[in-house]
């Protein structure tokens, strides 16, 4: 437990952490919050940088409350999946190329090594989801016209629905980087993961159950078997990457 502390302080204090939490934060603005009678659509960027021109016109049709519980968009949907997890896929492949990853093997084991890799980096996406979501609210508390309405719920509950979203979405590119020594093959795992499961789900008839609906969970009606089974999917691809660690021949590295 020590060393999985460590190992999250250690990546939280990165300079990238951050600006990957405040790339999160710029992707949410990018979701369509508001539709005009003519069908032109607007995202909170727009509110929030010609707020004095917009805000006016949308403010009787929308509130801020309305915005903050807008779930992630289409480019939210694209990138975040990267973005969460790079973090971690930066130290991981720090430890590869210098082999740092064979000192620590040496000292705690294969399986001890794995296992706090794989916490750690499901963690480290919850967290910069999560972290990315609140300074999103919070600068559109300060940016745009706020009513008093109570936003304590909507805001508590969403920032945990985005931590279950990081987490969730991190772990196939965990299992890529346990195979690929290659950045560019990892980072592409998700949009082609995504893909294939959409033209799945769409061939066969099946609801395109996408896995952003975890980051509006509290307002998703009958999603039980649904968050279980990716759940169930997000542990099996964990283990995944565990046994791959802990059965290469080079060390880990």
């Known amino acids: 437990m020590r060393n999985l502390f460590q190992y999250l302080r250690d990546v939280i204090r990165t300079p990238l952490f951050w600006g990957c939490v405040i790339l999160c934060a710029a992707l949410h603005f990018t979701t369509i919050c508001y539709v005009n009678d003519v069908g032109k659509e607007y995202t909170i960027f727009e509110l929030l940088f010609h707020r004095q021109e917009l805000w006016d016109a949308v403010s009787t049709e929308i509130s801020l409350v309305d915005i903050m519980d807008i779930p992630l968009g289409a480019y939210g949907v694209m990138f975040m999946p990267v973005v969460v997890i790079f973090p971690f896929l930066n130290c ?57 309405s109570n936003i304590g719920k909507i805001w508590m509950t969403k920032t945990i629905s985005y931590f279950l ?64 089974v990716y759940a ?19 060390g880990c590295v």
Do not use: H
Not at 114 to 142: K, N, P, T, W
Not at 191 to 218: C, H, I
Not at 232 to 250: E, P, Q
């Open 92 to 148: 991981f492949w720090a430890e590869r190329v210098t082999g740092y990853s064979r000192f620590i093997v040496a000292r705690i084991g294969k399986v001890r090594y794995a296992v706090i890799r794989v916490i750690g980096g499901v963690l480290i996406a919850g967290f910069v989801a999560a972290f990315g979501c609140v300074l999103a609210e919070i600068l559109c508390v300060l940016l745009l016209p706020f009513d008093g």
């Open 165 to 228: 979203y990081g987490m969730i979405v991190s772990t196939p590119v965990l299992v890529a980087a346990a195979v690929f020594y290659n950045r560019y093959i990892v980072a592409c795992v998700p949009f082609l993961g995504l893909y294939l499961m959409d033209l799945t789900f769409q061939k066969n008839g099946l609801a395109r159950w996408q896995t952003s609906y975890f980051t509006y969970l509290y307002k998703v009606g009958k999603w039980e078997n649904n968050v279980v």
């Open 232 to 250: 169930a999917a997000a542990v099996g691809l964990m283990i995944v990457f565990c046994v791959v660690l802990t059965k290469r021949r080079d």
